[in-house]
């Protein structure tokens, strides 16, 4: 299909090029906006539905804001494609999330209309706040404007930055875009609070704006605007909550209109007073593209489509993902202990809990977007004798570390944290990969670490994790399909601290921990077609570790290698320390951790990510010819 026709938008290279525009050609704008938004994604995947919500505030706030000079910051990033596409963007928007292509997300690095990168939802507030701080003690005078969504406002960081800024008394514009999504619909008190105000009074005319804005207008006050403006302010009783934290509240108002946006904008602009003013502005989510209003997620995250019918491609059909298996695994172990318990972060389809509250609605708790308070949540349950299962992607679980250190693993409580998203996750990019856990949870006394290496690995270690009574425990599995095993109907419990020996050889060892195992396998075919006896095996345990077992490969091979879909630091760093304390590094045994590298690996498929990682099998060889002194791979006599 031809791309759209776009004559406004072709003109704008830059957000200065659309301040000239009228309004009536701003909204024509906007529907060009809307248009090669829609066509952009059909040929890259992406977060559209959050995208289309936004095309008219994005407009709105360019026209209206002196960007770059004035601060715009988009919290999570994933709706900022439409800005993208204003900010001299355009010529690489059809390389959205593809390899060398645009970040899905707001990026520092990639645009000065980018003030603030985010992907992790939530800072938008804060981050405004320190750049209104620092304008006021640089005697600046830029405006700094976050735009923050529904959903995101569920979690602690929000409310930490309101307490801040309302105190502070900071010049800071909050527009909370409210569409009542989050991915999933989004759940909480606030969330019913927010519809309240949003349904207990229609949206406020342009002329109950003005005078609510009366305040505001550098001009002396008349003294009917005031008036006007006392009544408005005393009708606005939705806007309490923000007024008690400090903020002066306007809306809520229609966010896709823009003879509402663009004067209430401008008044806020101009406004004098220094305190943080937060803008309620109601918007649909998937809005103008009539596949995306009636689905359930509003085109959420969609693959590629097709524009006409709104009919997403589809993966060829293959084996159920680690997700799916994962869930089917915990639901099966809930079937038997009716202790067990679920909780997720505003992500049931992500982590596959979706299934389990349809099978177990009491069980399952969706906490919203607030991964702290789900953290120690689960560990309150936990000392009241249920088994709390915590299913958080390894890249959330970061902003909930203190509450796994001081909550859980302190007080050893049995709490299980199902980490989905281990290793690199793809077009999401560096923002979304699950790097680190290994390295944060494997310094914490008590913890149980477990790697899956394929799913039915994963099925043993969910039925594992529900046995373990005594202590926190973690197992990890990445993205994406599992390699088509036959499944068991449960997994079977696995013994603590016990990896396994796949393949017995003499030379080299490589000791997997987590889904590498099968390029492992490839490696080992590999060298031995060259002559290496390998011996390969699957740790399982990071913690704790198979000490035996990594002495033993220490002690009967020239070369030991380790490899990990983590960073440095994590089961390497592990093994690297139990050896040298045993003093097995101290002769001949030739030791290779493999690691990510100490670098962010930015969006692309993942095999292709694992190759710039050098975590392919090509680079286990390498490595270990590299560490027998064998320059070239190339078949070499027999080493066993
Ligand atoms: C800390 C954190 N937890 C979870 C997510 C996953 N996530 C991305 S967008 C999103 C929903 C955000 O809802 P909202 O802020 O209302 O934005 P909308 O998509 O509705 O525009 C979630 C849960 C995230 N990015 N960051
Ligand atoms: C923006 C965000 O954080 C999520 O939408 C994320 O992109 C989901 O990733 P998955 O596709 O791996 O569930
Ligand atoms: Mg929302």
Redesign the pocket.
Known sequence: MAPPATPLLDRVRTPADLRNYSGEQLKQLAEELRAETIDAVSQTGG?L??SL??VELTVAVHAVFDTPRDRLIW??G??AYPHKILTGRRDRIRTLRQEGGLSGFTRRAESEYDPFGA????TSISAGLGMAMARDLKGDDRQVIAI??????S?GMAYEAMNNAGAAKARLIVIL?D?D???AP?VGAMSAYLSKVVSSRPFLSVREMMAKLARRFPRPLERTARRAEEFARGLLTGGTLFEELGFYYVGPIDGHDLDHLLPVLRNLRDAEDALPILLHVVTQ?GKGYAPAEASADKY?GVQKFNVITGEQAKAPPGPPSYTKVFSNALIAEAEADERIVSIN???PA?TGLDAFAKKFPKRCFDVG?A?QHAVTCAAGMATEGLKPFVAI?ST?LQ?AYDQVVHDVALQSLPVRFAMDRAGLVGADGATHAGSFDIAYLGCLPNMVLMAAADEVELMHMVATAAQIDDRPSAFRYPRGEGLGLTLPARGTPLEIGRGRVLREGTAIAILSYGTRLAECQKAADELAAQGLSCTVADARFAKPLDTGLVERLAKNHEVLITIEEGSVGGFGGLVAHHLLWKGLLDGQTKFRPMVLPDSFIDHAAPKVQYDQAGLNARHIVATARAALGMAEAKAQPARA
């Open positions: 977060h539905g959050a919500g936004v919290d999570v994933h709706q992907a992790h939802s939530s923050i969504g529904d959903g995101s406002m979690a875009n569409n999504m989050s991915i989004p989510k959420h972060a505003a992500m992500g977007i991964e992607y959330f902003r």
